[in-house]
């Protein structure tokens, strides 16, 4: 019998620490800079050959703004849900007085919702990023659509005149929209003093 005894209150012991694991809540995730020890270099779209998609992304251009074009469907005045987006004066040097620069894409057809992410640097000495990004922008792609834009906001009167890094991520629905391992390449922009009447921006 008190063997029997001491059995149950061994079980009963191993069983209340087992609850008590399972109740434990897990620690929320963090987002991450980095996921390795020397960080990866990512691909560019700044330079796109025509016909030869980057990573999910068709084409991916910086501009000044964006037109939206919808297609008929098959029909006069009968149109599809999925708007096509065209930049308007594509480029990659904009002057420091601009509210917002585009980057308008056209991606692969996407069978589940998707987000599309930027994150915005300024470049320093030797290429440093400021270490907090300038702003974050993210856009819901839901399938089956294929275009969309990403907006960078200035954060002030105007733009520092340099250079900038955009960070590009693409994430299914429920993940961190800025994580390490979600990032799948990067855009460069130059802000450039507004030019005075009838001359040329001046760097």
Known sequence: MQALASMLVGWSLVLCLWQGAEARETVAQKEQATTEADPTQSPSFDEQKKGIPQSLFTWIKMAKGYDV?????????????????????????????????????????????????????????????????????????????????????????????????????????????????NQVGTMRFTIVEVAPAGGSPRK
Do not use: C, N
């Open 69 to 181: 074009e919808w297609d008929t469907f098959g029909r006069k005045g009968w149109y599809t849900q999925d708007p096509r987006l065209k930049p308007v004066e594509p480029g990659s040097v904009f002057p420091a007085d601009i509210p917002a620069i585009y980057i308008v894409f056209e991606s692969a057809p996407l069978e589940d919702p998707t987000q599309f992410s930027a994150q915005w640097f300024q470049e320093g000495a030797q290429g440093l990023l400021s270490s907090v990004p300038l702003g974050k922008d993210t856009l819901e792609v839901p399938g089956h659509e294929r275009y969309g834009f990403l907006e960078l906001k200035r954060s002030g009167e105007a733009w520092a005149v340099g250079t900038y890094l955009v960070k590009l991520f693409i994430t299914p629905l429920g993940q961190q929209s800025f994580h390490a391992g």
